[in-house]
Nanobody, 120 residues
Framework: QVQVVESGGGLVQPGGSLRLSCEASGNIFSIYSMGWYRQAPGNQRELVAKSITDGNLNYGDSVKGRFTISRDNAKNTVYLEMKNLKPEDTAVYYC??????????????WGQGTQVTVSA
């Protein structure tokens, strides 16, 4: 079993910054990708940013140039640095981790989500 825990959400004014963290733990043999998704009320869950172990980074179009994803592989942790936040960035942010378990089985685990609210 793999646990994923996010932290760092909160309330911020437009133009402000926040940093989200996500740590994976448990029966992990290897991690293929770690990423962030978000879901606003009435909307589908969408990709924010994803880091693949081979070094590839993917960003959603609406966050390019404002958000930066990074990883600490030694700590099984992924970060999302968010700058110049806009009200439309308001959503619950979820961390997703894909990999192989110690039992040699693939896993795709989600965190419980952390709320980010951008408002004056």
């Amino acid at each position: 079993q793999v646990q994923v825990v996010e932290s760092g959400g909160g309330l911020v004014q437009p133009g402000g910054s926040l940093r989200l963290s996500c740590e994976a733990s448990g029966n992990i043999f290897s991690i293929y990708s770690m990423g962030w998704y978000r879901q606003a009320p009435g909307n589908q869950r969408e990709l924010v940013a994803k880091s693949i172990t081979d070094g590839n980074l993917n960003y959603g179009d609406s966050v390019k140039g404002r958000f930066t994803i990074s990883r600490d592989n030694a700590k099984n942790t992924v970060y999302l640095e968010m700058k110049n936040l806009k009200p439309e960035d308001t959503a619950v942010y979820y961390c997703n981790v894909d990999g192989i378990s110690i039992a040699s089985l693939p896993f795709a685990s989600w965190g419980q989500g952390t709320q980010v609210t951008v408002s004056a």
